[in-house]
C-alpha cells in the first residue's frame, strides 16, 4: 500500500477538513497518510474523530503557505512550510505522492523545487475534472481538461504533450483504454484557432496510439465529446472557473428556493433525487482533486474549498495514481513520441 | 425611423425565422426593413404572416453563403451574395445597419469588405451578450463578453479599444452610466495572466472615465461582476460556447424530465414560472444578438439558431444602436483615448 504525505495546513477549511479527510480514508482503505502540520492541532482534531491510528501519523512543522500570499515571497521569507515539507518526503521517498489543498503557486513550487521533470516534458500541466454529461452506463461523469493554470500560453509541442500526458493519466485513472482527447479551439475546422493550434493538430493528428478527435469548442465539453481536453493554461482556467462559478449560482438558486414558498419547496422535494444528483455533480468541493502532470511524483491537488470528503476521495486517487504507475506511463508515452 | 438591411439567407433557419422574425417586428415597430435574398421565396413567406407592407420591401439576391461554407473560398465564387448585398446597402446609405444570423466568418468579412474600421481601431472586435445573476432590480440580466471570435490573440492595447468599444455600447444600449469593465484574466492580481495581460491591466487602470474594476475571473461571469467582460477571441470564444453548450444540457435534461415520471412532471410543474424564467434566460436562440463593433457602421449578428423572436429582437436592438450613434460613441472613446 502507498503513503500519501497530505498537506494538512492547506486548503480554506484546513487543518480541520484535511484531517478528517485522512481519518476517514483511514477506516476505508490500508493507505498510509503522514499529515504534515501543527501536531499538537492535528492530534487534537484526530483525538475527536474515528481513525485507524496504525494508518497516521504526523509529520511536525509550524510554517504554512495561505491562500493568499505569494507564493514565491512565502518561499523566501519561511524556511519550512507544510507543503514543501510535504514534497520532500515524497521526494526523499518518504512517501509516494503528495496531497494538497493549498495555494496553488505554492504547490507548483513545491514540486518544481523537489520532484523532477520527466525527461522530455517541456513543462508540467495542472489539470482539473469537470462534469459532463454521461452517455452511456458506466462511463466516467468527470473528464479533465489541461493545463488550467501552471501555463498562460504555449508551443505547439507543449500541447501535444499535455494530450499524451492527461491520455496516459485516464487510461490508468478512468480506466479508458483509448481515452477520447480533444483539442480545445473556435472551431472543428483544422485551419482554425491560429498557428500554434494548427500546428498542435497536425502533430497530434500524426500520433499512433492517441485517440485524437480533432478540436472541440466550448459547446463540446458540457456534452461530454472528449475525455481528455487539452488547451492552454489561460484558456482552460477561463472555462474551469466559469464552471465553477454556474454551480455556485446553481446551488445559490436551489438553496434560496429550498427556503422559499411552499409551492417552490414542494417541487424541490419532487425532483429530490436528480437533483441532488446534479448538484453532486456540480459540486467541486467533493471531488478528490486533479494532478499536476509531468513530474517523476504523483501529485494530486484538492480544491480549495474542499471538504473532508474531497480530501479522502483525493487520497485514494493518489494512491491510484502511484500503484498504476502513472508518472512511468507519461514517461513512456512521451519518449514514444520522440 | 432608421432602416435595417436584414440578411433573409442567413441562418439555421432562413428564411423562414428571418422573415417571421421582420413581419412582427413591422406591427411593434416603425422600423424600416430590406429583406436581402430570394424574392420568390421571402414574398411566400409574407404571405401567410401577418406584417406591415409599408415597413416591408425585397431585395432580391439568388446567392448565399452557407453556414458550414468556408467564407474566404465562398467570397471568391459568388458575386452576390446576400450577406455582401444587404452589407453593401448599409454602406451604400441606402439602409443604417445590418443584421444577419449567418456564417459568422462570411459576416465579418462582408463588413471589412464594405465599411470602413473607425480611424484609430486596431482591430474589430465580434460581442456577445450572456446571462448572468442579477443583483439589484432594474439591472440588465445580460452582459456583454468581447472578443468572442473576431481575433485569437491580442496586443495589450487592442484589449483596451475592446474594453472602450463595450463600454460605449453598454452605455447607448443597456442604459448603463458606468457600465463596469473586467479584464478577464487567470487571477485577480495585476501580475496576472503573462506580459500581454499585465500591460493591459496597467493600461485600463490609467484610462479616465472608464470604470474599469480590474481581473475578473471565471467564476465571476455568472455571478456578474462586470456589465463588460474584455478577453481574447480565443478564450471569449471557448467560455461563450461553454455557456451554451451547459444551457443546451439544462434544457435536454428538463425536456427529458417533463416527459418522464409523474413525480418529476409534477416537480417540474410546481417550479413552473421560475424554471421557465431561468430556461428563457439561458435560450440563446432568443437573444437579440450582439454587434461586431469597430466599424463606422452598426452590425448586429444573430446566433446561427435564431428564432424569430431574436431577429425581431435584433431589429430593435439594430435600430436603437443606430438611434443611439454607437459607433461616433466608440470614435470618440477611442479619439479621448489617444
Known amino acids: 500500500m502507498p503513503t500519501i504525505a497530505v498537506d494538512a495546513a492547506g486548503g480554506d477549511h484546513a487543518p480541520e477538513a484535511v484531517v478528517r479527510g485522512v481519518a476517514q480514508a483511514s477506516l476505508e482503505t490500508g493507505i498510509q497518510c503522514l499529515l504534515v502540520g501543527e501536531e499538537d492541532r492535528i492530534q487534537a482534531i484526530l483525538d475527536r474523530a474515528t481513525y485507524n491510528p ?23 521569507a519561511k524556511r519550512d512550510p507544510s507543503i514543501l515539507v510535504a514534497a520532500q518526503l515524497v521526494a526523499d521517498g518518504k512517501a509516494d505522492a503528495l496531497v494538497s489543498a493549498g495555494n496553488t503557486g505554492a504547490c507548483v513550487l513545491a514540486c518544481a523545487r523537489t520532484f523532477h521533470v520527466i525527461p522530455g516534458i517541456r513543462r508540467t500541466a495542472l489539470a482539473s475534472v469537470y462534469p459532463r454529461q454521461v452517455r452511456h452506463p458506466g462511463q466516467d461523469p468527470l473528464a479533465i481538461v489541461l493545463d488550467v493554470g501552471a501555463t498562460i500560453r504555449c508551443e505547439p509541442i507543449e500541447l501535444v504533450q499535455f494530450a499524451l500526458m492527461g491520455s496516459a493519466y485516464a487510461r490508468r485513472i478512468s480506466k479508458i483504454a483509448a481515452p477520447r482527447v480533444g483539442l480545445l479551439n473556435m472551431g472543428r475546422e483544422e485551419t482554425k484557432g491560429g498557428e500554434v493550434l494548427v500546428e498542435a493538430h497536425r502533430r497530434l493528428r500524426s500520433i499512433e496510439g492517441l485517440n485524437f478527435v480533432g478540436n472541440i469548442e466550448g459547446n463540446d465539453l458540457a456534452t461530454g465529446e472528449a475525455d481528455v481536453i487539452v488547451c492552454e493554461g489561460l484558456v482552460g482556467n477561463a472555462i474551469l472557473k466559469m464552471v465553477e462559478g454556474l454551480a455556485d449560482v446553481f446551488r445559490n438558486v436551489t438553496e434560496a428556493g429550498a427556503r422559499g414558498s411552499l409551492r417552490w419547496r414542494l417541487g424541490l422535494a419532487l425532483l429530490g433525487a436528480p437533483l441532488r444528483r446534479l448538484r453532486q455533480l456540480t459540486d467541486y468541493t467533493r471531488y478528490g482533486g486533479a494532478p499536476i502532470l509531468g513530474f517523476d511524483r504523483v501529485f494530486i491537488k484538492c480544491h480549495g474549498r474542499s471538504g473532508e470528503s474531497a480530501i479522502r476521495n483525493a487520497v485514494k486517487v493518489a494512491a491510484k495514481a502511484v500503484r498504476d504507475e502513472v508518472p512511468r506511463e507519461i514517461a513512456q508515452a512521451v519518449a514514444e513520441m520522440a
Open 54 to 76: 496504525e494508518l497516521i501519523s504526523i509529520v511536525h512543522t509550524r510554517e504554512k503557505i495561505g491562500m493568499d500570499e505569494d507564493p514565491r515571497l512565502a518561499f523566501r
